[in-house]
């Protein structure tokens, strides 16, 4: 059964950092691609971020320069650290992973950026 949970979200004030980790189980995680979705009160889920297997990541534009996501492929985490934070990353943030066919979801921790 694969499990992904995420923490780390956090009140914090604009311009601010934060790092999102999400702890996975029950998949070979070294082999997956790993993405961060967002989904801020009242408006779709949306993509943030993904790396592949082999480390190559990808950022939706309103994020790039200031999210990195990165991976651990001993302890099976996939961190998203978040720089310059604005309001409107206002969010909760979820990991996600495809594996067989089926796309696994965790719970979601809330980011707020507010001053």
């Known amino acids: 059964q694969v499990h992904l949970v995420e923490y780390g979200g956090d009140l914090v004030q604009p311009g601010g950092s934060l790092r999102l980790t999400c702890t996975t189980s029950g998949l070979n995680f070294r082999l997956f691609a790993m993405s961060w979705y967002r989904q801020a009160p009242e408006k779709q889920r949306e993509y943030v971020a993904s790396i592949t297997a082999s480390g190559t990541t990808n950022y939706t534009d309103s994020v790039k320069g200031r999210f990195t996501i990165s991976r651990d492929n001993i302890w099976n985490r996939v961190y998203l650290q978040m720089d310059n934070l604005k309001p409107e990353d206002t969010a909760t943030y979820y990991c996600?992973?495809?594996?067989?066919?089926?796309?696994?979801w965790g719970k979601g921790t809330q980011v707020i950026v507010s001053s």
């Open positions: 996600t992973v495809t594996y067989r066919t089926r796309d696994y």
